[in-house]
């Protein structure tokens, strides 16, 4: 089992910046993609952001493209998501996960383990 804990979420204006951290413990050697998906009232959850356990390869969501940040620090088995140019409509509940595949960081039945999630919302 791998366990997640987010944390970082808040309250912040448009054009505000806040990071989001997910601490991960437990069999974190099966681990291949660490990721964050979004989920808005009355929406379906989505993919924003993932890298691979090394940092070697990182992707992203169109929509938080130029604005979102994903990072790992290995040494304290961290990722973060550092969000920038913040809109009211990436006010959601952001969920970290991880996954052990290999195949694709984008679909979330690809991630075996999920965090709790951390509220975000962008006043306009």
């Known amino acids: 089992q791998v366990q997640l804990v987010e944390s970082g979420g808040g309250l912040v204006q448009a054009g505000g910046s806040l990071r989001l951290s997910c601490a991960a413990s437990g069999r974190t050697f099966s681990v291949h993609i660490t990721g964050w998906f979004r989920q808005a009232p009355g929406k379906e959850r989505e993919f924003v952001a993932a890298?691979?356990?090394?940092?070697?390869?990182?992707y992203y969501a169109d929509s938080v493209k130029g604005r979102f940040t994903i990072s790992r620090d290995n040494f304290k088995n961290t990722m973060y998501l550092q969000m920038n140019s913040l809109k009211p409509e990436d006010t959601a509940v952001y969920y970290c996960a991880a996954s052990p595949s290999f195949d694709t960081a984008v679909a979330d039945t690809a991630y075996d383990y999920w965090g709790q999630g951390t509220q975000v919302t962008v006043s306009s």
């Open positions: 890298t691979t356990w090394s940092g070697s390869r990182l």
